[in-house]
């Protein structure tokens, strides 16, 4: 069945980093596009960051450009998420989620567990 684990959250002070992994298994992974959301306190869940199956295009919400980056290793079934100055806004509990095909307008159909990043100081 597909699994897919996050790892690497944790409490960083404003302006630190955090880099974010999510182990797939359970299908090929290099033949879908895979996407983190996130979601705050009080808040819906909402899309952070997505990557197309090869990994040849990415897409960010504007409140992460610059700071945030998505990246896959095909080889080795993890999808990352590299967050540089970071902020107290960017504190939530963040998904990795499977799309349903190769690009990332196709609907997520599975989800991991999540993780905590919380950014204060």
């Known amino acids: 069945q597909v699994q897919l684990v996050e790892s690497g959250g944790g409490l960083v002070q404003p302006g630190g980093s955090l880099r974010l992994s999510c182990a797939a298994s359970?299908?090929?992974?290099?033949?879908?596009?895979m996407s983190w959301y996130r979601q705050a306190p009080g808040k819906e869940r909402a899309l952070v960051a997505a990557?197309?199956?090869?990994?040849?295009?990415?897409k960010y919400v504007d409140s992460v450009k610059g700071r945030f980056t998505i990246s896959r290793d095909n080889a080795k079934n993890v999808m990352y998420l590299q967050m540089n100055s970071l902020k107290p806004e960017d504190t939530a509990v963040y998904y990795c989620?499977?799309?349903?095909?190769?690009?990332?307008?196709?609907?997520?159909?599975?989800w991991g567990q999540g993780t905590q990043v919380t950014v204060s100081s």
């Open positions: 990557i197309t199956s090869s990994g040849s295009s990415t």
């Open positions: 359970g299908f090929t992974f290099k033949n879908y596009a």
């Open positions: 989620t499977k799309r349903g095909g190769l690009t990332y307008y196709q609907p997520v159909d599975y």
